[in-house]
Nanobody, 119 residues
Framework: QVQLVESGGGLVQAGGSLRLSCAAS????????MGWFRQAPGKEREFVAA????????YYADSVKGRFTISRDNAKNTVYLQMNSLKPEDTAIYYC????????????WGQGTQVTVSS
């Protein structure tokens, strides 16, 4: 099992920045990739960004490319999501996820952290 704990959410004005963190514990050696997803009120959960744990390859949704950056610190078993130039449409609960197999199937999820961007 892998446990994930997110932190760093909050309220920010449009154009501002936030950095989310996700600390992994447990069987972290089994992690292949970690990702960030978000779910806005009344909408389905959507992919935001992902990173492979060993090679550090990164992937982004078109809606956040150029504004968000995903990174990881293997020594701390932590993944980060730096969010710049935030927009009101970025408002959502952000979830951290870990996959032991691929970039598209995630089997471990955090509890989520709220990000609210005011206009």
């Amino acid at each position: 099992q892998v446990q994930l704990v997110e932190s760093g959410g909050g309220l920010v004005q449009a154009g501002g920045s936030l950095r989310l963190s996700c600390a992994a514990s447990g069987r972290t050696f089994s992690i292949y990739a970690m990702g960030w997803f978000r779910q806005a009120p009344g909408k389905e959960r959507e992919f935001v960004a992902a990173i492979t744990w060993s090679g550090g390859s990164t992937y982004y949704a078109d809606s956040v490319k150029g504004r968000f950056t995903i990174s990881r610190d293997n020594a701390k078993n932590t993944v980060y999501l730096q969010m710049n130039s935030l927009k009101p449409e970025d408002t959502a609960i952000y979830y951290c996820a870990a996959s032991s197999r691929s970039l598209t199937l995630y089997n471990y999820w955090g509890q989520g952290t709220q990000v609210t961007v005011s206009s």
